[in-house]
Structure formats: structure tokens, C-alpha cells
């Protein structure tokens, strides 16, 4: 068997000008200046480097683990109500569940952020979803990818990974996976499993599999 697993923020999901959003908003309470370049520095997480990175901006006038705290109760909100889906992943998804490949959400947001984005899709959509709560470390280590791949029963290598933040790719290649990765923020280094795109509408099923002959040739596989 073969599957893709997709990233869930800046890949399917629009959700880079909400987390901008709110940061700006959180520091501005604190008086604090937050602006394009500092997401950049905190891009993929994991959370506790944006933790870090805010206490350091803000002084610590905080206590650790105040950010986090802050950012997951908006961004819950945000994601509820102000999502919107990047262009052409929704038919992406729906061509590769037609085609009988098995896909997962794989994302370094915590598990209530991700179940208000699968609200997004009917029940039971993805075949598999797997938050940063889910793992003992988050992306960029490998877990997430592996976890992912052993709920769907599939080996790594025979996986596609989408992904749109250095961090996310790095979490990929190191599971195994093959990765696709949509830089729009920072670039990433070359690897020999990794393919870069300009934007998921740039790419179908039929190019998918024209790539990563598997994704077909395991369909009626069990191994």
C-alpha cells in the first residue's frame, strides 16, 4: 500500500495570515512589536521555539508557556471561523480518496486546532490525523511521519509528504518519506527525496503518479 500525507498549515490550509494575525495581537497587548519576520523565525514550530522566541521579543514579562497558551485558545477561534482552504487541495484530496490512496493530516498544531480544521471536511475524510499531542516530539523530528504511516499501515517509503516549512520537510525525509515541499516563506535545501513546487494548484493526481509511480503500482498490495 502507498499514501500521501499533507501537512495542515500554509499546505491545505490558509492559516499563515492567522497565525500572523495572531501574534500581532498578542504582543501588541504586551506592547510589543511583531511583524512578517518574526513568523518567519518561528515557521513549522515546533511550539516551544515560538514559546522562546516570544518570551525573548517580549522580555519576559510572561511566564513560560503564557504564548503557547495564548496562541492555541486564538488560533482555535481563528481556525473556526476565518479559515479558508488553499486553493486546489480540497480537489487534490478528493482525486487521491477516489483513486483509493489513503491520505492523512500530519501537523505540528495541537489536537483541538486540527479537529477544528477537520470540521472543515466530512467525518472521517482523512484516513488518519495526527497532531503534535500525539507524539512524544514534534516536527521537526521524524515521529509525527511515522506515526502517520503506521496508523495507515503503510511503510514510509512508499509515502508521499507534502509540506510547506523547512521543519515539516525535514520531519519528512527523516521518516523516509518522499516530500513535496510548497516553500512561501523560507526556502528549502535541497535533498535527493525532495521535489519543490510553486503552489499546490500546480500539481494533480495524474502528475503525482507520473512521480511517484508507487502511489498506483501498491494499490492492491498488502506489503
Known amino acids: ?5 499533507f501537512d495542515m498549515d500554509g499546505t491545505l490550509i490558509n492559516s499563515e495570515p492567522l497565525w500572523l494575525q495572531a501574534e500581532i495581537e498578542i504582543m501588541a497587548e504586551l506592547g510589543c512589536h511583531w511583524d512578517h519576520q518574526d513568523q518567519i523565525n518561528c515557521l513549522g514550530g515546533p511550539m516551544e521555539r515560538t514559546e522562546n522566541y516570544m518570551q525573548e521579543r517580549s522580555k519576559h514579562v510572561k511566564p513560560y508557556g503564557y504564548f503557547e497558551k495564548k496562541l492555541d485558545e486564538l488560533m ?9 482552504l488553499i486553493p486546489n487541495a480540497r480537489e487534490l484530496l478528493e482525486d487521491c480518496k477516489s483513486a483509493g490512496i489513503k491520505i492523512a493530516l500530519v501537523t505540528a498544531s495541537t489536537g483541538k486546532q486540527m479537529r477544528s480544521v477537520l470540521t472543515r471536511f466530512p467525518n472521517g ?41 523547512p521543519t515539516g520537510a525535514e520531519s519528512g525525509l527523516r521518516s523516509g518519506a518522499q516530500v513535496i515541499g510548497i516553500p512561501h516563506l523560507i526556502q528549502m535545501a535541497p535533498h535527493e ?13 495524474a502528475q503525482l503518479i507520473s512521480w511517484y509511480p508507487f502511489l498506483t503500482s501498491r494499490l492492491n498490495s498488502n506489503d
Open 1 to 5: 500500500m502507498s499514501a500521501i500525507l
Open 76 to 84: 482555535e477561534y481563528k481556525l473556526s471561523n476565518e479559515l479558508e
Open 125 to 165: 475524510f482523512f484516513d488518519a490525523a495526527v497532531s503534535r499531542d500525539d507524539v512524544q516530539k514534534s516536527k521537526p523530528d521524524p515521529a509525527p511521519y511515522l506515526l502517520a504511516a503506521k496508523l495507515l499501515g503503510v511503510k514510509n517509503e512508499f509515502c508521499v509528504v507534502f509540506e510547506d516549512s
Open 193 to 205: 527525496n525532495l521535489r519543490v513546487i510553486a503552489a499546490i494548484a500546480d500539481v494533480n493526481l
